[in-house]
């Protein structure tokens, strides 16, 4: 079984915890995820402005993180396809990213010569727009809501 469809060189690949998905990254900038039961392409994620390098999903298969020669960790939503956040604070290229094993959180390797670990609140934006909430005491604004939960329409980001 040959699976095609990236323009250029596939960096890495990895399978979903439940076996159904496998994701490739590659040098044309892409993560595409394959359904395991048929071997067709399901989506092809864009975002990253250079080489994928390294992809993984999370334990409970919710979140696939990518990394890239650009410098960002991408999180994305497995059941949308949808970005759910862009992990930026490394000055050079994604090497590698492991989440840990309950979830929580994500280190990232970087020709920086640094890890950097992501905690929960940086991997889930709700969770990190409700701390904002408390902290200003009102709800986000619609442009706020755009830029901290971006891709997601919520109408009400902070609970009353």
């Known amino acids: ?6 323009t250029g060189a596939v960096e890495s690949v990895v399978f979903s915890p439940d076996g159904h998905t496998l994701a490739s990254g590659s040098d044309d900038k892409t993560v595409r995820l394959w359904d395991t039961a048929t ?11 250079d080489t994928i ?21 991408r999180l994305w939503d497995t059941s949308t396809s949808q970005p759910r956040e862009t992990l930026t604070g490394h000055s050079d290229k994604i090497e590698a990213v ?47 809501r755009a830029a901290y939960l971006p891709g997601q329409s919520v109408p009400a980001a902070c609970p009353s």
């Open 1 to 6: 079984m040959t699976l095609k469809g990236h």
């Open 39 to 49: 071997w067709r392409l399901r989506t092809t994620l864009t975002g990253h402005t």
């Open 53 to 73: 390098t390294t992809v993984v999903f999370s334990p409970d298969g919710g979140t696939l993180a990518s990394g890239a020669y650009d410098g960002t960790v």
């Open 98 to 144: 492991a989440f840990s094993p309950d979830g929580h959180r994500l280190a990232s390797g970087s020709d920086d010569r640094t890890v950097r670990l992501w905690n929960e609140e940086s991997l889930d934006p709700r969770q990190a727009a409700g701390k904002i909430c408390r902290t200003i005491h009102r709800d986000l604004t619609a442009a706020e």
